[in-house]
């Protein structure tokens, strides 16, 4: 059975920075293509970053470029998203997910596996 669980979500104040956990078993991050993402409730998820599975490269969305950075420790099967400068409109539920046989997007349409998600609030 495939389990993300992801972890390091609390409340921050703006500026500050948070480093999120996605800690994954039933699978090796090494043979998937792992994002992250964030949605508020009434508006669509948003992709932030995403490693390929070809070439382990990592994509940033532009929105967090500068600010987010994603890393994947393959001998810990866990994934990380470290957030910088944090503002009140990143306050958001952070997913991970895992494209079993895509190249990795930041497309969540395209992801088979999804964790139950960790609150981020950040507040001015």
């Known amino acids: 059975e495939v389990q993300l669980v992801e972890s390091g979500g609390t409340s921050v104040q703006t500026g500050g920075s948070l480093r999120l956990s996605c800690q994954a078993s039933?699978?090796?991050?090494?043979?998937?293509?792992v994002g992250w993402f964030r949605q508020v409730p009434g508006k669509a998820r948003e992709g932030l970053a995403a490693r390929s599975t070809t070439d382990h490269r990592i994509y940033h969305a532009e929105s967090v470029q500068g600010r987010f950075i994603m890393s994947v420790d393959g001998a810990k099967n866990t994934a990380f998203l470290q957030m910088n400068d944090l503002q009140p409109e990143d306050t958001a539920i952070y997913y991970c997910?895992?494209?079993?046989?895509?190249?990795?997007?930041?497309?969540?349409?395209?992801?088979?596996?999804w964790g139950q998600g960790t609150q981020v609030t950040v507040s001015s």
């Open positions: 039933g699978l090796s991050f090494d043979d998937h293509a």
């Open positions: 997910a895992v494209d079993r046989q895509g190249p990795g997007t930041l497309r969540s349409y395209l992801y088979d596996w």
